[in-house]
């Protein structure tokens, strides 16, 4: 996604609703002059791409975010990661990149998609009250 496909899209995530050519023109024009028509053609885009759906509404269209940029962001690193010829030297130099606090929720995001069942006592830990 480029990097005036990627403005377009924060406002249809941040918003998180159906929205207008018009209203993401004139939320972006507070930060650039920019042309109805780009806006409708970057719209028409990200619809061909598959980011966003949209339902006409008389003349008009209102486009609405197939998915979440959480998700978007996930296909991303998948891409990368993916498209590596060494995955586990990739995990290690990105988890260098990655601050405490994003390494907390790694871990975090790890447990939960592990989900207790799969969290076994490691070796040597004591059995919790009425395990054994």
Do not use: C
Request: proline content about 5%; overall charge negative.
């Amino acid at each position: 996604m480029g990097e005036l496909e990627d403005a377009v899209m924060t406002r249809v995530w941040k918003w998180n609703r159906p929205v207008t050519v018009r209203e993401v023109l004139e939320d972006l024009q507070q930060e650039r002059s920019i042309a109805y028509t780009t806006v409708m053609t970057v719209l028409d885009n990200l619809h061909q791409k598959g980011w966003v759906r949209r339902e006409s509404e008389g003349r008009a269209y209102r486009y609405e975010a197939v998915s979440t940029r959480a998700a978007y962001s996930a296909a991303l690193m998948n891409d990368a990661w993916s498209q590596s010829d060494n995955p586990a030297a990739a995990l290690i130099a990105f988890f260098g990149m990655m601050s405490e606090e994003q390494r907390q929720a790694l871990r975090d995001a790890i447990r939960i998609a592990q989900g207790p069942e799969t969290l076994a006592p490691g070796p040597g830990s004591v059995p919790e009250a009425g395990e054994r």
